[in-house]
């Protein structure tokens, strides 16, 4: 069946809480994804406590299946990890897997005596009931995970199309083994289960399942309370000023390497940047009006474009540590297809210069996007990428051809006199660089006789006004969530949920029949993949060809840390942050 039928409002719910995380993340303060791994690091020898200081926003929900804090993935540890220093899997609270012949039936060995915050053991029948509050709890905001495409168990539905609880396809084999089984295979399974909604909680331990009252009350577990079995606890919550966590002393995999982890909200970047001059963060990031290109010297590339090296003299006269790697997110100024006339779309792609929006709001930390899938899931990777789009991007690679744009514009009877209106939503709490983004665009198309009006407004009452055709365009950004090209296609297809109304040309359908054999060959083979990949570039292909969208940039994430933490950060974004490597040393 195809992906579209199966998405629904929870699929809008993911987008937008995806798409709102997007200004978060720019330049993130709390930056870092310590996964799993042999240690680099050795546990400092002092009598004193050891603290890492971070800077984060404020934490309203920590439980591992609602839309949340990213602070979960200290919290809570599910059956596999990403590797540290590579997009490699390896074992977390799973110390083995098997997988059947026609890759639909998983069965995950756990580890004996890994044990939750509280001192529980943690078993088979604990995923079994963590998995079941995924698919139906009252609370949960990502059932899509198991439920929807890419990654679908098992499971029943009534006639309404609603999950049947407790049908979901999943056992506890015995106490340490634990299967699950789905519709299809999926190439990225395993990638999927580093998800922190997939992590495991104690059976029973909230009453948000029939069957099951709860030891704790709701409320009080999703912050203060919350048990999982991460290398981080909640220690101590100060509403509105910072969270202390503590280690878990029986963590399964290494360290945790300090006593004490502390999270301190600042109102705006500039408090957060001031408290890291004065050396009371050991990771920190420098706000994009402060971010000076030109003061990175850059010692190492990875084999996933991350850059490392050294950056300064800071505003202390200091120099910090820096990695500059690809992050989640693609940038794209979505149209609705049904509003805005194909000619116009393409004058908009004509003069829109991807190379100087990235350099002059985003400081240069970003890379220009032509396609949606980033350089480090193109098939072919960043060499690819780039030659495809020089040779094949139809509107100007690294240049705005307004000539072209303005013809097209005049061509429909419209000129500098008689311009054609578009308004372009733009979320209002997404920074400075989002809304001079915007601006540019705004003074871009000028140049092609289309008058743009911003309108700023919250992330969920844009989508609200586009879906409902109250706005014609919206500047938006999806994100990556496993290593492959149908993790962002999926907001890139003739969908009925992605808000772009596309439906009705030749491009349009031959999107929507790659994406259908995409969703056909979902399988880990080798043939399977290289079918994918092929329909992957015609997907990319159609979107240029009816501009349903303007790709902009490709996020990249940067993270500093002083000297006296001893950090080696992972080399992109889509690992999950643990932390449990780090260790300090003096800071005199």
Known sequence: SCYMNHRSSSSRRKFLAAA???????????????????PETEEPDTDESVVLQRAGTRIENLDPIAIGSNERNRIHAGLVIYSRDSLDIEPSIAESWSISEDNTRYEFELR?????HNGEE???????????????????DNSEQILEPPMVLTHDVDEDGEYVPNSLAVEAVDDYTFAFELEQPFHSVLEMLTHESLSVIPEGIVGDLSGYDGEIEYENWLVED???AGPFQVAEVEPGVSVQFSPHEEYHLEGPFVDEMSRTYFQDDEAEYNSAMERNLDLFSVPLQRFDPSKIAISEIDEYGAEYGEYGPLQNDEFANIVLRPGRDT?????????????????????????????????????????????????????????????????GYNESLFDEGAELLESNGYDENNTYDLSVGLPSDWGAEWNEAATMIRNKLQTCHIEVEVVEQPMSTIFGQIS??????????APLEYPEGDSILQYAYPSDWSWNNWSG????????????????????????????????????????EDVTDIVIRHERDITMWYD???????????????YNTVSIESRE
């Open 226 to 228: 919350v048990v999982g």
């Open 331 to 395: 940038t794209y100024l979505l149209f609705n297809t049904e509003l805005v006339p194909q000619y116009v779309r393409r004058a908009a792609a004509y003069a829109i210069n991807q190379e100087e929006l990235v350099e002059s709001a985003w400081a240069g930390v970003d890379r220009p996007a032509y396609h949606y899938m980033p350089p480090s899931v193109f098939p072919g990777g960043s060499e690819a990428y780039n030659s495809h789009a020089q040779e094949h991007y139809p509107y």
């Open 505 to 544: 040309s030749a491009a349009a359908e031959q999107a929507m029949d790659a994406w259908e054999t995409i969703q056909a060959n979902s399988g880990p083979t080798e043939a399977e993949q290289e079918i994918r990949e092929e329909k992957y570039l015609e997907i990319e292909r159609a979107v240029w």
């Open 468 to 477: 409902e055709g109250a706005l014609d365009s919206v500047l938006t950004s």
């Open 20 to 38: 709102g995380a997007a200004s978060s993340v720019i330049l993130a303060g709390c930056g870092g994804d310590e996964a799993g791994g042999t």
């Open 564 to 578: 006296w933490v001893n950090y080696t950060p992972t080399p992109t974004r889509i690992q999950r942050q643990k």
């Open 112 to 116: 004996k005596g890994v044990e939750f």
């Open 122 to 140: 943690i078993t088979a029948q604990d995923f079994v009931y963590s998995w079941e509050r995924l698919a139906g709890s009252e609370n949960t």
